[in-house]
């Protein structure tokens, strides 16, 4: 049996933690603002709203702290490296999530009881209108970033996809104060509080099952599959079993027995190992391999 050690990718390490300290100075930046013109318009959806950011201000601090937790390098304590701590923390995101929703849909229920209005005006346009922009901005560069393998600027760019829908329900209220319906700020809050436990639900469900290793999606199995196959049609191999995939937190690892000519020497043996290593290993997120390899 062989493996690869577990190493950090420092240069995606890098780009992370700027993303993360980008994030809480913009998060930072909405929360004072939204409460301020939520306060001033009477509006609880664009308070709401600065709930949320409130929220993003802590989950963007969690996030830093995950992606250089698990950047570490693997150690004795834990041989196969830190990285399930970026799930952790996207999960603990989605509980964030879901606390704000409840608290959010408690007031929107207050709102539609009491019938209290918001006060229309340009200026909470104009802030909401800037809110989608930067909040669409972040959605478009954190998503790149996390299909690249970061489970936790996966999570930021969930959480900026569910403030741009946020930020527009919350204009939606603001329509309430010109058609004289006193019920829509509550109403559209109580949208907004499904909208956000909905996504802290798919959110959280995607990363417990990272956290107990599920398989990787469709496409990344079949490129595992590809590889092998390849390496077997050109008679490197004789044929494959017992492939076991799972990830490890937001990296990918596997185990493959492969059964190869009885006849190879012990140095022929290990370059196919590590010529199954190298192929597996080119496939997006995996970063351990173990062969087992067997006389045919």
Known sequence: MANQPIRADSDRTNRSMHAAMVLILLNLL???????????????AILSDAGNSLTDVVTSIIILVAVRESAKPADREHPFGHTRIEAMAAFTVAVLTCMLATEVAREAVVRVYEGSMPQFGWVPVMMLVAVIAVKGAIWRVAGGMGRQGSAALKAAAVDARMDVVISLMALGSLAGESLKLDWLDGAASLLIAAWIAWTGYQLGAENVERLIGHLPDRDTLQGISDRLIAMRNAGRIIDFHELRIQYIGSEIHLAVHVTVDGHLDVLHGHAIDEAIQNALQEVSGVTFVAVHIEPG
Request: aromatic share 14%; hydrophobic share 55%; proline share 0%.
């Open 30 to 44: 909405l929360l004072v603002a939204k409460t301020i013109v939520g306060w001033r318009y009477n509006s609880l």
